[in-house]
């Protein structure tokens, strides 16, 4: 008996017992539906993850640093560790750090464009052209190689500097300020001349070094010696950053140059054993170069640098993690419309006796009874998984709106990204174990005896 | 030509044993329209399973055309029955809820006739059981007498040499009855194939050219036009 005519049968039989066949499909398509919201929030993860990404952070760029234990997370776990002069705190936990010979070795590589040193420029306190109220935040480097959207004022492009004397404003600042009567509205702020106070620690002065300045100036030199040295930098407002929907995180401190970062963080840690230390890099791979084979040689020369393609490996990991467990509910309910399957087919052999007995009378071969109940549940997990999709597909493209909102992903965004590939694997795979759940009361039918099958009265 | 020879058949395990055909050998010319008569349990249906290749007797030949379909593998057997073999039964076993045009489609799909002449054959077959008209109609709506014609069209659409009929009119009033008898005579005078009717009825057992009556699992007699060979002498001295 060819294929086609079996498949035909089996879809026949199906039509005439409607509300079982549903029934029975509906249970797939519970599992259907699971799996294919499953696939398709991971595929939204995924895919919202990578603008996050893509829209934040350099491809080219690495992030370098000296202590291996950053990435690895074993900083942490390290009480006791061997003395090393170059050594740091960096948020609550020793690192070896960078020195500027590192930097310089970085900086004179073939395959590295430019090279930033993570600056910490320590400011005591800031004020704004036009007002007496000292402000405090904290101060950080413009990355050229993450792009930021302004609200007002104007950015560079990627991977240029701002001018040594700009300064960027993170939006989250505009509300205290306006509060403060600096300003009365954001766009004010550009061109506001800031002034940074900046503060060098006292040091202490050897008998030699105070004899030396009692010499030359006296008394008023070996005072101001000892005494705390200040410095003002002065930096205009550029522009106002805001927070974009595909924004990693919100900057909440002053952007100021690398340049400017270096000098305030050089006047400051001069004559300390932080001068020039560094806790981390950002470098940004050259044209033409991975960045993960120029992370590999670094890695020679025990320089540990993470890719953006490694940040996005993080994220993924933790998307596939989630998307995992959802996809296990979908296959515990897959496995439990199994025994629906089975269970129905077994049913339908029971009822059909006498129909099966008249096939293998009129000499149809097992093996094409066997395959018509099989081809029958086939249809009952096409069904099952066309109607479990379609629902997902329907139901999520409605709600990827009011996800989109909730979640705040911004304008364009959909968390749950239906691929016509996966689904139709889904599909196909679900017609296979729907097939091999109809083994067992297929074989039963194949191996019906016709004469006892037609006694059936 | 339908040869019979010393097809024994038995039901159950030893000591408890039933022998449904014992030692039966009959002869059958082609063309010829044949009743099997008996009571029930007299192994009338046995034997007619035992002829179409249904049932596997223990003991004995069934030569059908100058085969012995009992020493015929599944596979094979399957095929003998789907291109040579008709059946209709006693309760009509039609798919009530497929039309006319499946039902007898059925046959023919087995067989893998090639659908553009499986259209004409359906058709000609309704027509002749004079159904052509319900080749739409789901088998379900059609009466009892149309039920069984439209099995005969089942029976005849793969244009079988023999066709079984187990009790053809059991479920029919006397006129659908004979109507339906007429259908089956006609098709065994011009169609040329061999009909063997299985009955307790004996009007109906009358109307055929040769009559073998069962009894116990045994002929009791033989009664026709003479092209029927007498039952083989048995080892036991008994007809």
């Given at each position: ?103 310089d070795t970085l900086s004179q590589r073939d395959d590295i464009a430019y090279v930033i040193p993570t600056y910490s420029p320590d400011v005591q306190f800031f004020t704004f052209s036009g007002n007496d109220t000292k402000f405090v935040s904290s101060v950080s480097t413009y990355d050229p190689s993450i792009l930021s959207e302004v609200s007002s004022g104007s950015l560079p492009g990627l991977n240029e500097q701002i001018g040594d004397t700009d300064a960027i404003v993170p939006g989250v600042f505009v509300e205290t300020l306006i509060d403060n009567k600096v300003i009365k509205n954001e766009s004010d702020l550009i061109g506001k001349t800031i002034t940074m106070t900046v503060v060098k620690a006292a040091q202490t002065p050897s008998a030699d070094d105070i004899a030396k300045a009692l010499a ?242 | ?239």
């Amino acid at each position: 008996m060819k294929t086609i005519d079996i498949t035909r049968r089996a879809a026949r039989s199906l039509r005439n017992a409607k509300a079982r066949t549903i029934l029975t499909s509906l249970a797939i398509a519970v599992g259907a539906f699971t799996i294919t919201v499953s696939l398709a929030a991971g595929e939204g993860a995924r895919e919202y993850a990578d603008k996050l990404i893509g829209s934040n952070i350099n491809p080219q760029a690495l992030f370098i640093v000296k202590d291996k234990t950053v990435f690895d997370g074993s900083a942490r776990q390290a009480p006791l560790r061997v003395y090393d002069a170059n050594t740091g705190n960096n948020q609550g936990f020793t690192l070896k750090q960078m020195t500027q010979a590192d930097i310089d070795t970085l900086s004179q590589r073939d395959d590295i464009a430019y090279v930033i040193p993570t600056y910490s420029p320590d400011v005591q306190f800031f004020t704004f052209s036009g007002n007496d109220t000292k402000f405090v935040s904290s101060v950080s480097t413009y990355d050229p190689s993450i792009l930021s959207e302004v609200s007002s004022g104007s950015l560079p492009g990627l991977n240029e500097q701002i001018g040594d004397t700009d300064a960027i404003v993170p939006g989250v600042f505009v509300e205290t300020l306006i509060d403060n009567k600096v300003i009365k509205n954001e766009s004010d702020l550009i061109g506001k001349t800031i002034t940074m106070t900046v503060v060098k620690a006292a040091q202490t002065p050897s008998a030699d070094d105070i004899a030396k300045a009692l010499a030359a100036g006296g008394q008023a030199a070996v005072q101001s010696l000892v005494s705390s040295e200040t410095k003002e930098f002065t930096f205009t407002v550029r522009g106002v950053t805001r927070k974009s929907a595909t924004a990693l995180q919100t900057s909440t401190a002053l952007q100021i140059s690398a340049q400017a970062a270096r000098e305030i963080s050089e006047y400051t840690t001069k004559g300390t054993p932080q001068y020039q230390k560094y806790f981390a890099a950002t470098a940004v791979v050259a044209d033409g170069h991975d960045p993960a084979v120029v992370k590999d040689d670094l890695a020679k020369i025990e320089f540990y640098a993470q890719t953006a393609k490694d940040l996005q490996g993080v994220v993924f990991t933790v998307v596939n993690t989630l998307q995992g467990i959802v996809l296990g509910f979908g296959i515990i309910a897959l496995i439990a419309s199994v025994f629906g399957i089975i269970n129905t087919q077994y049913i339908s052999v029971l009822e059909r006796t006498r129909e099966i007995g008249l096939m293998k009378a009129l000499g149809m071969r097992g093996s094409s009874v066997s395959r018509l109940f099989q081809f029958e549940a086939a249809w009952i997990g096409f069904l099952g998984g066309i109607i479990g999709s379609a629902i997902a597909v329907i139901a999520g493209t409605a709600m990827n709106p009011w996800i989109t909102e909730k979640l705040s992903l911004g304008e364009g965004n959909a968390i749950l990204i239906f691929q016509p590939v996966p689904i139709a694997l889904m599909v196909i795979a679900l017609i296979v174990i729907a097939m091999l759940a109809g083994w067992f009361p297929a074989r039963k039918a194949a191996k019906l005896d016709p004469i006892e099958a037609l006694r059936t009265e | 030509m339908i040869e019979v020879n010393h097809v024994t058949k038995t039901y159950g395990k030893k000591g408890s044993s039933f022998k449904a055909l014992d030692d039966i050998s009959f002869g059958i010319p082609s063309g010829a329209s044949v009743a099997i008569i008996g009571k029930s349990g007299s192994g009338k249906s046995t034997l007619m399973h035992a002829m179409s290749g249904l049932d596997r007797p223990e003991k004995g030949e069934v030569i059908i055309d100058g085969v012995d379909i009992l020493k015929l593998r599944n596979k094979a057997v399957d095929k003998f029955r789907s291109e040579k073999i008709g059946f209709i039964f006693q309760s009509f076993f039609v798919q009530a809820n497929e039309t006319c045009y499946d039902n007898v489609a059925l046959p023919l799909e087995i067989t893998n006739v090639s659908p553009r002449t499986r259209k004409k054959r359906i058709e000609s077959a309704l027509e002749t059981v004079e159904l052509g008209d319900k080749i739409r109609q789901k088998a379900g709506n059609l009466s009892g007498g149309q039920k069984q014609r439209l099995a005969i069209a089942r029976a005849i659409v793969n244009k079988p040499s023999i066709i079984f009929a187990d009790e053809p009119t059991g479920n029919l009033d006397s006129t659908t009855g004979e109507k339906v008898e007429e259908l089956l005579f006609n098709l065994n005078k011009k169609g040329g194939s061999t009909l063997i009717i299985v009955t307790h009825d004996s009007d109906l057992a009358a109307k055929c050219d040769i009559q073998i009556y069962i009894k116990d699992g045994d002929i009791e007699k033989i009664v026709g036009d003479g092209a029927a060979k007498t039952p083989t002498k048995k080892k036991g001295g008994r007809l």
